[in-house]
């Protein structure tokens, strides 16, 4: 099993930019589609980006599109979600996800499809 951890949230001002990191162990994580979560209190967890397992292929929410810039580098076994122009609305804890496939080019859009979750990064937008 692959072992997710996330960093780089925080605190930002609306209009900031924050750039998340997933980076993984203990498997190579070219064998994973991976995805972006995120949960707002009372909330249930949403998707917000995915990429596929070569990196041929994204999908964004459209409360992000244009804003967030999912990526994934195989050699430093990390994914990337970089966030710009950020709201308060996209206040919530981050979530990693990583599916494990034989696939290169399938998208993953359920949470219960991802098998490997971090243990999540708060970003916090002030307006």
């Known amino acids: 099993q692959v072992q997710l951890v996330e960093s780089g949230g925080g605190l930002v001002q609306a209009g900031g930019s924050l750039r998340l990191s997933c980076a993984a162990s203990?498997?190579?994580?070219?064998?994973?589609?991976m995805g972006w979560f995120r949960q707002a209190p009372g909330k249930p967890r949403e998707l917000v980006t995915a990429?596929?397992?070569?990196?041929?292929?994204?999908y964004y929410a459209d409360a992000v599109k244009g804003r967030f810039t999912i990526s994934r580098d195989n050699a430093k076994n990390t994914v990337y979600l970089q966030m710009s122009s950020l709201k308060p609305e996209d206040t919530a804890v981050y979530y990693c996800?990583?599916?494990?496939?034989?696939?290169?080019?399938?998208?993953?859009?359920?949470?219960?499809?991802?098998?490997?979750w971090g243990q999540g990064t708060q970003v916090t937008v002030s307006s």
């Open positions: 996800g990583g599916r494990s496939t034989y696939s290169y080019g399938t998208l993953y859009y359920a949470s219960e499809q991802y098998g490997n």
């Open positions: 203990g498997r190579t994580l070219a064998m994973y589609a």
């Open positions: 990429i596929t397992r070569n990196g041929g292929n994204t």
